[in-house]
């Protein structure tokens, strides 16, 4: 069976919500799907997986979260060569350029971008379920 690790981050509930609907998806897809906070992963565990949907809201000046999830998404960086990967994550003001800047250093590692969804605030039913389609898609790319 297909593995997908679904790793996030989440300061207020919103990129929580948005990871449990891409596991949704995932499962409800036929693959199976493993979540961690950003704390419980760690580079060495993508070997494990066929696929990863990293998950981080919009910090600061439009920014991956800095204490947590950037270090081990830098850490990851170096092993996304040619891997499938969705990104997901919420943002509170600014227009989501953090997912760009985002997609493009992904991009840049060699990953496989399938998709990326963003929502302002708590994700709604249209995020929710953008949420759950991309697991489903990430799970039929593998």
């Keep these: 069976m297909n593995k997908i690790a679904v790793v996030y981050w989440s300061g207020s509930g919103n990129t929580e919500a948005m990871a449990n609907a891409v596991v949704e998806g995932i499962r409800q897809a036929g693959a199976e799907a493993a979540l961690f906070s950003a704390s419980e992963f760690s580079a060495r565990a993508l070997a494990d997986y066929q696929a990863v949907v990293f998950g981080c809201p919009a910090m600061g000046s439009e920014e991956l979260e800095p204490c947590e999830f950037d270090p081990l998404f830098a850490d990851c960086e170096g092993q996304?060569?040619?891997?499938?990967?969705?990104?997901?994550?919420?943002?509170?003001?600014?227009?989501?350029?953090?997912?760009?800047?985002?997609?493009?250093?992904?991009?840049?590692?060699?990953?496989?971008?399938?998709?990326?969804?963003?929502?302002?605030n708590f994700p709604d039913d249209d995020a929710l379920t953008a949420c759950r389609r991309l697991g489903a898609d990430v799970s039929a790319a593998i």
């Excluded at 990104?87 to 350029?97: C, K, Q």
Aim: net charge negative; no cysteine; proline share 0%.
């Design 80 to 120: 996304l060569n040619g891997m499938i990967t969705g990104l997901f994550g919420s943002y509170g003001w600014g227009s989501g350029e953090w997912m760009d800047t985002w997609q493009e250093r992904t991009s840049a590692a060699g990953a496989k971008i399938i998709g990326t969804v963003i929502a302002q």
